[in-house]
């Protein structure tokens, strides 16, 4: 049995296959993991990466940072300090004004999705869609191993006005109570699953009390990343004795696994996590983005949700990678995108045609890239809210100019003329400018 262990800049020489890595890419991650942490466990050495083919190995490029995350100049000034042994204020400041660029508040969820209590902000939580309630543990601020293209990389570099926290479910369940037209409450984090049982109790059985709330979702990767957490931790057994109390209580929960690549399932361990789960009652659904290096490819995604099919996973989300951090290296194209999902979702059963995407999560809500399609003589896309910071937005279609280089919203403009999109006003009023 795998026993834990986690690898970062600070003890990657104690990795077993760190002779495996050539001494450039060495050099490469522990710079660039000055800007973008990197934590690994023994879990994704020894069962997920295959060591045989780094670096192009994607599970290796989804765990260990790359040199072309960063832009040249920013890789060159960075090595630089570190090669001239430079004092560790002149690195740190350094290392924060790149940081500082890379967008790390995407979508102003911070100004945008903070809720209040008693005229006070709720910095744990995030409300942005009516119906749902995001709710970040204090003990839930890291995961088993991260991935390079996580879009919360600033709450893992310690950027402190940037984090969503708390401690208290007291909050959670007064903000409840006065909005009965919220069923969801999602945790997340990090990764909920690396609270000890008894800890995301705390935080769960108040929640039972509150009878608005009908489904109970956690967001982790810990299928993935570390499977143990549900077959061989000492705690195992109350853990899946929680998740039956919370359906037996008459609610959905959730499990919103993070699967990127079909190898993260592709072990008996993942295999029988999924199994234990879903004996609890509890459902499992799948959502990764789309990502250049990992999975840009239709036949990676279809094997990851024909996997997830054929063990009880129903595929939910392929999501467009965020504009944030090192969005530059991992970003598909918007038309790209589309292709690799079209691709895949054809080749699923209608079992398999639960996914949705590909999704850009931005600031105005959950926007599918649909189509693309010829309209009046112009070549469109086609686009249409999933989830809309306005619920009145939901299901409207909306059509953008054809941009084959285009990875993100902003860089679309409204097709037919050259009016804003119908919902940039009132988001402009809802962010107050
Ligand atoms: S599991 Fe999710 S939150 Fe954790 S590092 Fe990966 S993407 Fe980020």
Sequence with gaps: MTSYRSYTAANIHELPQYDSIPEEQIRAIRTVARVYPFRVNSHVAEHLIDWSNIPDDPLFRLSFPQAEMLSEDDYGTLSALLTQGAPAEAVSAAV???QFRQNPNPAGQKELNTPSLDGEPLHGMQHKYRESVLFFPLEAQVCHAYCTYCFRWPQFSGLENLRFQDDSVTRLVGYLRLHPEVRDVIFTGGDPMVMPSETLASYIRPLLQVPTLKTIRIGTKALSWWPLRFVAEPDNDALLALFEEIVGSGRQLALMAHISHPRE??????ETAVRRIRSTGAVIRSQSPVVRHINDDAGTWEAMWQKQLQLGIIPYYMFLERD?????????PLVEALGIFNRAYRRMSGLGRTVRGPSMSCSPGKVAVDGIAEVGGQKVFVLKFIQGRNSDWVGRVFF?????DATWIDDLVPAFGD???????ELRRLSGS
């Design 419 to 425: 009016e804003p999109f119908f919902f940039e006003a």
């Design 324 to 332: 944030t951090g090192p969005k530059e290296y991992f970003a598909v």
């Design 400 to 404: 953008a100019r054809y941009d084959a």
């Design 265 to 270: 399932l592709e072990n008996p361990l993942a």
């Design 96 to 98: 924060r004004e790149i």
